[in-house]
């Protein structure tokens, strides 16, 4: 099957063309609307979709050499996310399947993200369990098979990608605040000084990043700038010590209590060099097998959004022109269908 | 505009904000707006964690700042609209989220970061500071004021 995926869920225009499990293209805003059509798209217009979306699709078929009738069905995120932003995904692509009378089917962002982890040669098998970590989600869910949910842990505040984005800002880091503290935390000493992890009185697989977030605020406070500046480095480690160790923790206690033998980390945050070291090397004394997505498929992107809409389309599941946006769409919540 | 000072106290724990949140809750009513005003870490989220724990809503509020805009339901059916506008840098980027449809509906709305829409927030409204204590990192100083429009009288 040959599928075409839009994701405008937030800030990424995306579109995506895969067949089974291979990627044949896979745009998203920031880079071709750029290269492609000359000159930066003002952050202005960063939520303007709707100027981006013919572009982007006609590129992601253009690389992937494809017609819109060779194409098996269209997949579009159609929650969670900003209500205006994803309905300019929902409605073109409804656009789309109207006059190609082609099936189509609204995804589940966070569902999307979890097939990042079908996407090239990946060899993920069920039951496996999955830490969702971005900006706007931190969860531990334990899928069983496909399209099966079962959520064991999730924040009780701020997500994890907004702590490192927040703390960033704290220290004076430019934005985007992750890649910036795990690079910078690489060269630092993460017991320099010691960072509360939220909730670890409690024998529970859910997250609270809030607490440590004020505590980071209060030792910037408290430090002389001089000091800070010297130190930025270990503070940074010290601080993703606090934060990724919750999640590495939560996880594998949460693999071992379920009798899991297989961890998918998806979201941005999966791209932080730190959790992938660590979760590797935490899973290693329990013969549990870790996988990662490619780092191009850990932020927003169509492709995961196409191969999770290729196993609806699969097994049957259709949207219809009603098809709504969901701006709280929960995983496992189903609205897409008639 | 009119601002009339309501309450000025100094909590803390985290529970003389509950019961300041407590005492606050008498005064407001379905489709009324309360921003919030504080930096990083000031607590404007547990507030409205607080405020909503409190009304019994269906799930505990967490932070909007990715999504800008979170909808809870109150026990009662009364929607309560978590806004948190951290990201936002310039106005052409409200321009698609239907503000007016929340902030003039029938819902209650609790706005983290109001600062950054300072131009669009709606009359009347409550406004609540939250600062930051000099070496008591666990206090916090709550002030909250009503805002009308002056005309009104």
Redesign the interface.
């Known amino acids: 099957m040959r599928i075409l995926g839009v994701e405008t869920s937030c800030d990424e225009t995306s579109a995506a063309v895969i067949e089974g499990n291979r990627v044949l293209s896979n745009v998203i805003s920031s880079q071709s609307v750029h290269l492609q059509f000359g000159g930066v798209v003002p952050e202005l217009a960063s939520r303007a979709h709707l100027r981006k979306i013919i572009p982007i699709v006609e590129a992601a078929l253009e690389k992937s050499a494809t017609r819109l009738t060779d194409l098996d069905g269209f997949a579009v995120t159609h929650g969670p996310g900003l209500i205006g932003a994803l309905l300019v995904g929902v409605n073109y692509v409804k656009g789309l399947a109207a006059v190609w009378q082609k099936p189509f089917i609204g995804v589940n962002h966070i569902e999307g993200h979890v097939y990042s982890n079908f996407l090239g040669d990946s060899g993920v098998e069920f039951p496996f369990l999955c830490l969702l970590v971005s900006g706007g989600h931190t969860q531990i869910v334990i899928i069983d098979q496909h399209l099966s949910y079962r959520l064991i842990g999730k924040t009780r505040d701020d997500a994890v990608g907004e702590a490192f984005d927040k703390v960033a800002k704290l220290l004076g880091l430019p934005y985007p605040g992750g890649p910036q503290i795990d690079r910078l935390a690489r060269g630092g000493d993460e017991n320099y000084t010691d960072f509360p992890i939220g909730l670890s009185r409690e024998k529970t697989f859910d997250f609270s990043y809030s607490g440590l977030k004020t505590a980071v605020l209060n030792y910037v406070n408290q430090t002389a700038p001089e000091t800070l500046r010297a130190h930025m480095p270990d503070i940074c480690a010290a601080f993703q010590k606090a934060a990724v160790g919750a999640l590495v923790e939560r996880t594998i206690r949460a693999a071992r209590t379920y009798q899991i033998r297989q961890i998918t980390v998806a979201g941005g945050v999966a791209a932080n060099s730190y959790l992938r070291s660590q979760m590797s090397a935490a899973a290693e004394p329990y013969h549990i097998r870790v996988h990662f997505p490619e780092m191009q498929y850990c932020t927003d992107n169509a492709a995961m959004i196409a191969r999770a809409g290729l196993e609806r389309l699969q097994r049957g599941y259709r949207s219809s022109l009603k098809l709504n946006a969901y701006p709280s769409l929960q995983l496992g919540e189903e609205k897409n269908c008639e | 505009m009119n601002r009339q000072l309501l309450l000025k106290q100094r909590v803390n724990s985290p529970g003389e904000t509950e019961a300041l949140v407590s005492d606050f809750l008498s005064h407001v009513s379905p489709g009324q707006t309360i921003a919030l005003y504080g930096n ?2 000031s607590g404007k ?2 507030f409205v ?1 607080t405020l909503c724990r409190l009304l019994a809503t269906e799930e ?1 509020p ?2 909007p ?7 809870y339901r109150a026990q009662g059916g009364m929607p309560v609209y978590h806004f948190d506008f951290y990201r936002i ?2 106005d ?2 409200l ?4 503000l007016d449809d929340y902030f003039y509906g029938d819902g209650l709305c609790l706005i983290e970061w109001a600062d950054k829409i300072a131009a669009h927030l709606p009359l009347p409204r409550f406004e609540i500071y939250l600062d ?1 204590v000099e070496q008591q ?1 666990e206090a916090r100083d709550i002030s909250i004021h009503l805002v009308i429009d002056k005309n009104i009288f």
Not at chain 2, 65 to 71: K, M
Not at chain 2, 95 to 98: I, Q, R, Y
């Open positions: 990083l870490g989220t547990f964690q505990p967490t932070s700042t990715f999504t800008i805009i979170n909808e840098e310039h052409a980027e321009a698609n989220l239907g930051f990192p």
